[in-house]
C-alpha cells in the first residue's frame, strides 16, 4: 500500500480503531467502576475494529468468512457488536446468546506469599459463550486489532 487512498485508509485506521481501543485500554485501568464507562469505551472499540473492513478499498475487500479464517476472534467481535446493538441474536450461528452473554465485572484476587497478604483489584468485560466458556473482550478486540495492524 502507498498511494494516497492506501494512506487515506491508515489515517481512518488510526482515527477510528487504534483511538478507540487506546481509549479503552486507558478506562480498563482507572480506578473508577460501575459507571458503565468500561462498557461504553469497549463497545465503540469493538465496533470501531469489527467494521473497519466495510471502509476497506475495493482492491483489499475481504468476504466475513475470509478474515476468520485468519483470525477467528473476528467472528465472535462480531456477535459482540451485534448483541450490543441488537439484545438477542437470532441469525446465523452467533457463538454468544445476547447482550446478558456480556458482563462488565471487577475482579478481586487475594493472595499471601512468605511476604504478607495482598489484594487487587481489576476490572473486565467478560463475554460468556453458548458453549460455557468464557473470554475476556479486550483480548478478543487485541487479536482482532492485531490482525488489522498485520493486514495493513
Excluded at 52 to 79: M, N, Q, S, T
Aim: include cysteine.
Amino acid at each position: 500500500m502507498s498511494n494516497a487512498e492506501d494512506e487515506n485508509l491508515y489515517a481512518f485506521f488510526y482515527e477510528t480503531v487504534v483511538l478507540s481501543y487506546v481509549a479503552y485500554k486507558t478506562t480498563r485501568y482507572e480506578e473508577k467502576a460501575g459507571t458503565r464507562n468500561d462498557w461504553k469505551a469497549a463497545m465503540a472499540a469493538s465496533s470501531a475494529a469489527y467494521h473497519f473492513r466495510e471502509h476497506l478499498p475495493d482492491r483489499y475487500k475481504k468476504i466475513h468468512k475470509a478474515i476468520v479464517a485468519v483470525c477467528p476472534d473476528f467472528a465472535l467481535l462480531g456477535d459482540v457488536v451485534n448483541a450490543s446493538k441488537h439484545k438477542r441474536l437470532t441469525k446465523g450461528t452467533p457463538q454468544i446468546a445476547g447482550a446478558d452473554s456480556i458482563k462488565e465485572l471487577v475482579v478481586y484476587t487475594h493472595y499471601r506469599d512468605e511476604a504478607g497478604e495482598y489484594s487487587d483489584a481489576s476490572k473486565a468485560i467478560e463475554i460468556t459463550l453458548k458453549n460455557g466458556t468464557t473470554r475476556e473482550l479486550f483480548d478478543v478486540l487485541t487479536n482482532v486489532v492485531n490482525m488489522w495492524i498485520d493486514f495493513l
